[in-house]
């Protein structure tokens, strides 16, 4: 069974600094996801990755995956206070977007 | 204009009603998903449908039954309602497919309560 596990699951960070959140998952898949969600919002899609060595960035964040680690990256850069909320990953559990998400990350960065 | 659209945002309801949510998505794409957020905020898929065929079914109660008149419409409706049925569920559609880019895109969510 696909397991995947984000930490740290809360980071508090003051702004201008940077960080990174982790995203380890047990079993082989080449298609990983990074979403933002806003209290009482919906999920906003940020990255999807597909392929090993796959890096993305926009704006403050920046994504990597290494499968052969079974490792996702989520670095933030010059922490801004609009960058707080909740950040997930999620593996594609087989062809065809069965996604296994992780439990999140809660970011607060403080001003 | 909305991509993914669901109904009702919000639902109040007693213990053994039945209810549904519906979802429509415009972006033309080829499988739909129902997920459920819990208290914890963790995310769960339930059902997903490609071109109106039903291709996953978690370990979801009998209770829960989805239904997808078209490729663009995926309803849930939910027998009998107990207090774990409260919850936060979110439609989601992607086109699934070579070089189809793979994002999922969610709805707004229906925030589900059973009293």
């Known amino acids: 069974e696909l397991k995947v596990e984000q930490n740290p699951l809360f980071l508090s960070m003051q702004e201008g600094k940077n960080y990174t959140i982790y995203c380890n998952y047990s079993?082989?898949?080449?298609?990983l996801y990074w979403y933002r969600q806003d209290p009482g919002k919906s999920l906003e899609s940020l990255f999807v990755?597909?392929?090993?060595?796959a890096v993305k960035q926009e704006g403050r964040l920046m994504a990597s995956l290494d499968t052969k680690a079974r490792l996702s990256t989520l670095h933030i850069t010059a922490a801004v206070h609009d960058l707080s909320a909740t950040y997930f990953c999620?593996?594609?559990?087989?062809?065809?977007?069965?996604?296994?998400f992780g439990a999140g990350t809660i970011l607060r960065v403080k001003s | 204009d909305t991509a993914v659209s669901q109904t009702p945002k919000y639902l109040v309801t007693q213990m053994g009603n039945d209810k549904s949510i519906k979802c429509e998505q415009n972006?033309?794409?080829?499988?739909m998903y129902w997920y459920k957020q819990d208290s914890k905020k963790f995310l769960k898929i339930m059902f997903s449908?490609?071109?109106?065929?039903?291709?996953i079914n978690e370990t979801v109660p009998n209770r829960f039954s989805p239904k997808s008149p078209d490729k663009a419409h995926l309803n849930l409706h939910i027998n009998s309602l107990e207090l774990g049925d409260s919850a936060v569920y979110f439609c989601?559609?992607?086109?699934?497919?070579?070089?189809?880019?793979?994002?999922?895109?969610f709805g707004e969510g229906s925030w589900l309560t059973v009293v």
């Open positions: 989601a559609s992607s086109q699934v497919g070579q070089g189809s880019g793979n994002t999922i895109y």
């Open positions: 972006l033309g794409h080829d499988t």
């Open positions: 449908y490609n071109n109106k065929e039903l291709i």
């Open positions: 999620a593996v594609d559990r087989e062809y065809g977007n069965k996604l296994v």
């Open positions: 990755l597909l392929s090993n060595g």
């Open positions: 079993t082989t898949s080449d298609r």
